[in-house]
T-cell receptor, first 115, second 114 residues
């Protein structure tokens, strides 16, 4: 069975600070990797995804993530955060090929950006 | 905004009752998945429907059931509600048949069981 671990449950940063949110997964085979964001009162939105190829993927709003296969990690980064980045961030995995087992999510990281 | 819509947005039910939640998938998407998101937790996969049949299920009891209709919309039914069923229920749609794809989520239905 797949599992996802997000190390930081609550993170508080000041505007312009750099961000790195950790994500490790447990799965024996090839995986697809995702970061979703949930802004207050809004639906889950995809920030970025990794299927194959270049392990450094760029997403929306200046976010990027690096897949390190040897560490089973997919950490999310942003060089300079903004107040509008305040949200809940979820790392998720599924198996390629349709993913009939659905997405497995981590417990999320609540990010608060102080002006 | 995604094209996935869910109804109702909020619902209060009494323990032991039954509830039906509805989801309209994004245009062109033939696969619908349902997730339960308890407070302070990540979403947990309940099941997935493709071509009107359940083709994947998470660790949820049989009192959680669903339907998918020919227009790809879907229902989640929960019987014999328990207090622990209080959660945000999320619907996601995706285009099955593509090797690697993402899921698009609706805004969810907030269910409170009292």
């Amino acid at each position: 069975a797949q599992s996802v671990s997000q190390h930081n449950h609550h993170v508080i940063l000041s505007e312009a600070a750099s961000l790195e949110l950790g994500c490790n997964y447990s799965y024996g085979g090839t995986v697809n990797l995702f970061w979703y964001v949930q802004y207050p009162g809004q639906h889950l939105q995809l920030l970025l995804k990794y299927f194959s190829g270049d392990p450094l993927v760029k997403g929306i709003k200046g976010f990027e993530a690096e897949f390190i296969k040897s560490k089973f990690s997919f950490n999310l980064r942003k060089p300079s955060v903004q107040w509008s980045d305040t949200a809940e961030y979820f790392c998720a995995v599924n198996a390629p090929g349709g993913g009939a087992d659905g997405l497995t999510f981590g417990k999320g990281t609540h990010l608060i950006i102080q002006p | 905004e995604t094209g996935v819509t869910q109804s109702p947005t909020h619902l209060i039910k009494t323990r032991g009752q039954q509830v039906t939640l509805r989801c309209s998938s994004q245009s062109g998407h033939n696969t619908v998945s349902w997730y339960q998101q308890a407070l302070g937790q990540g979403p947990q996969f309940i099941f997935q429907y493709y071509r009107e049949e359940e083709n994947g299920r998470g660790n949820f009891p049989p009192r959680f059931s669903g339907l998918q209709f020919p227009n790809y919309s879907s229902e989640l039914n929960v019987n014999a509600l328990e207090l622990d069923d209080s959660a945000l229920y999320l619907c996601a749609s995706s285009p099955m048949g593509q090797m690697n794809t993402e899921a698009f989520f609706g805004q969810g239905t907030r269910l409170t069981v009292v």
